[in-house]
C-alpha cells in the first residue's frame, strides 16, 4: 500500500511540473495575462510543497527561483493592468 502511495505521489508530482511546463510556454507564445502567471505561481507553490521534493534539493532551488521571478511577473501585469483602468481580482 505504501508503494503505490509512493507512485501515486510521484505521478502527481510529474503531472504538476508538466502543466506548469505547459502553462508558461503559453504565457511565452504571447498569452501575457495575469490569471495565467498567477496560475503558474500556484503550481509553482503547489510543486515546492510537494513530499517527494523534499529529497531532491536541487529541483526545489530551482522551483524556488522560478516562483520568485513569477511572483515579479504576475505583480507587474496586475500593476499594468491597475495603471490602463483594469480591474484586479487578484488583491
Known amino acids: 500500500m ?3 502511495q509512493s507512485i ?3 505521478t502527481e508530482l510529474i503531472r504538476l511540473h508538466s502543466a506548469t511546463c505547459l502553462s508558461m510556454t503559453q504565457f511565452i507564445n ?3 495575462c495575469p490569471k495565467l502567471s498567477h496560475l503558474i505561481v500556484q503550481q509553482l507553490s503547489l510543486l515546492i510543497a510537494h513530499p517527494d521534493l523534499e529529497q531532491v534539493s536541487n529541483s526545489r532551488d530551482m522551483y524556488q527561483q522560478l516562483l520568485e521571478h513569477w511572483q515579479k511577473v504576475t505583480a507587474y501585469l496586475l500593476e499594468q493592468r491597475a495603471v490602463r483602468g483594469h480591474p484586479s481580482k487578484f488583491h
Do not use: E, V
Open 2 to 4: 505504501l508503494q503505490r
Open 8 to 10: 501515486s505521489d510521484k
Open 30 to 32: 504571447g498569452h501575457h
